[in-house]
């Protein structure tokens, strides 16, 4: 089966950090960018980062600027995302999934990303 595995999520207070990883299984995510995507309960998704196949391109949901950092290790099959400085709006599922092409089209809805994953829960709370 063709999808991502997502893992580092958990629960953080206020100001803290988290790391999660997206495991690409069953094929190689070197020739695709790949975005990072949240849901929080009652809200539509939404993309928090993308990064370009070469990883010389990376965006950012103004949200997250400065706070989050996407990067991508081709030989490991897996691209991360540093969370500093989270905030309790930061709280919600966290998913990636890959572009349909070398650049990170369309990012932001994610509608013609594929092979999602189960997501990793990120809660912010004190």
């Known amino acids: 089966q063709l999808q991502f595995v997502e893992s580092g999520g958990g629960l953080v207070q206020p100001g803290g950090s988290l790391r999660l990883s997206c495991v690409a299984s069953g094929f190689t995510l070197d020739y695709l960018a790949i975005g990072w995507f949240r849901q929080a309960p009652g809200k539509e998704r939404e993309g928090v980062s993308c990064?370009?196949?070469?990883?010389?391109?990376?965006n950012y949901a103004d949200s997250v600027k400065g706070r989050f950092t996407i990067s991508r290790d081709n030989a490991k099959n897996t691209v991360y995302l540093q969370m500093n400085s989270l905030k309790p709006e930061d709280t919600a599922f966290y998913y990636c999934a890959a572009s349909p092409s070398m650049y990170c089209l369309g990012y932001r809805t994610g509608a013609l990303y594929n092979y999602w994953g189960q997501g990793t829960q990120v809660t912010v709370s004190s």
């Open positions: 990064i370009s196949r070469s990883g010389g391109s990376t």
